[in-house]
């Protein structure tokens, strides 16, 4: 099976290639991930790890769809807009984010969820890691809970993208709960 690797930065593709020298099958593209030259319809996986929450989610998810065939499927992981008001991990890192003026977004998970359908896909398979932290020692729940930082999903395309729905920001729910109105 042929793998395409993309990634917005020349220097990580390199790393990349040299890491996998006696892979094959491999193809490397540099691209952001929301605005990818592959065509419509052509793949059956697609993983975005590590990377979603510093994308435009909305133009990344719809970009996925469009081109995923029907019944592929996307692991994604990212963070939640509405984390623990204790998770003083997760602060520390979304400020120092936003001051190195890295991208850095927040999914609002139950906006994503509830509207699934409507950006064409069904979930699959959902993990719920509640403090910063938690991901690295595969510390996870299965159900949503109330508040969470990192949640990682398995969604399947069920039809194409019908929305245009935002469901993401750049500050969190938990951050701007925070700062003094």
Not at 26 to 53: N, P
Not at 81 to 89: A, I, Q, V
Not at 119 to 133: A, M, T
Request: net charge negative; with cysteine.
């Amino acid at each position: 099976q042929k793998v395409y690797a993309t990634d917005i930065s020349e220097q990580m593709i390199a790393v990349a290639k040299k890491q996998n020298l006696a892979l094959k099958n491999i193809f490397y593209y540099v691209s952001e991930a929301e605005i990818l030259k592959f065509g419509s319809d052509i793949f059956d996986y697609i993983l975005c790890f590590a990377v979603y929450d510093s994308l435009n989610q909305e133009l990344a998810l719809r970009e996925f769809n469009r081109m995923l065939k029907r019944g592929g499927r996307i692991l994604f992981n990212g963070k939640n807009s509405d984390y623990m008001p204790d998770d003083k991990l997760a602060l520390e890192a979304e400020i120092s984010a936003r001051m190195k003026k890295h991208p850095n977004h927040f999914t609002d998970v139950n906006k994503l969820l509830s509207h699934l359908n409507e950006f064409g896909f069904s979930i699959i398979s959902q993990r719920y890691f509640i403090y910063r932290g938690d991901g690295s020692k595969d510390k996870y729940v299965s159900d949503p809970p109330e508040y969470f930082y990192e949640f990682e999903f398995i969604i399947e395309k069920i039809s194409s993208f019908d929305t245009d729905l935002k469901f993401s920001n750049e500050y969190s729910k938990t951050f701007l709960k925070k700062e003094p109105q």
